[in-house]
Nanobody, 126 residues
């Protein structure tokens, strides 16, 4: 059984920062890509950022700041089983439930599948 557990959400004022964490556990053989997605009320779930096992990152345009400097930074120390999302310069439109995703292979599986965490609420409001 594989589990993804997110933490770090909460209420923050506009312009503030939060750091989300996602830890995986269980009978995992290997993890390919990990990422963060979010879903605001009445909207579809959307990609925020992803990071491969090799460290390549991808960000949604909505979290990129000016001159391609991203407001959000995804990291995965030593390409291990934990992924972080540092969120700076938060805006009210960043309010959503944030979900961790991992594309991984379990020790009993011959293929990679997507697994999801339960989500953590991020609210940006004054």
């Amino acid at each position: 059984q594989v589990q993804l557990v997110e933490s770090g959400g909460g209420l923050v004022q506009p312009g503030g920062s939060l750091r989300l964490s996602c830890a995986t556990s269980g009978s995992i053989f290997s993890i390919n890509t990990m990422g963060w997605y979010r879903q605001a009320p009445g909207k579809e779930r959307e990609l925020v950022a992803t990071i491969t096992s090799g460290g390549s990152t991808n960000y949604a345009d909505s979290v990129k700041g000016r001159f391609t400097i991203s407001r959000f930074t995804i990291s995965r120390p030593n390409a291990k089983n934990t992924v972080y999302l540092q969120m700076n310069s938060l805006k009210p439109e960043d309010t959503a439930v944030y979900y961790c995703n991992a594309n991984l292979r379990t020790k009993s599986s011959g293929a990679e599948y997507d697994y999801w965490g339960q989500g953590t609420q991020v609210t940006v409001s004054s």
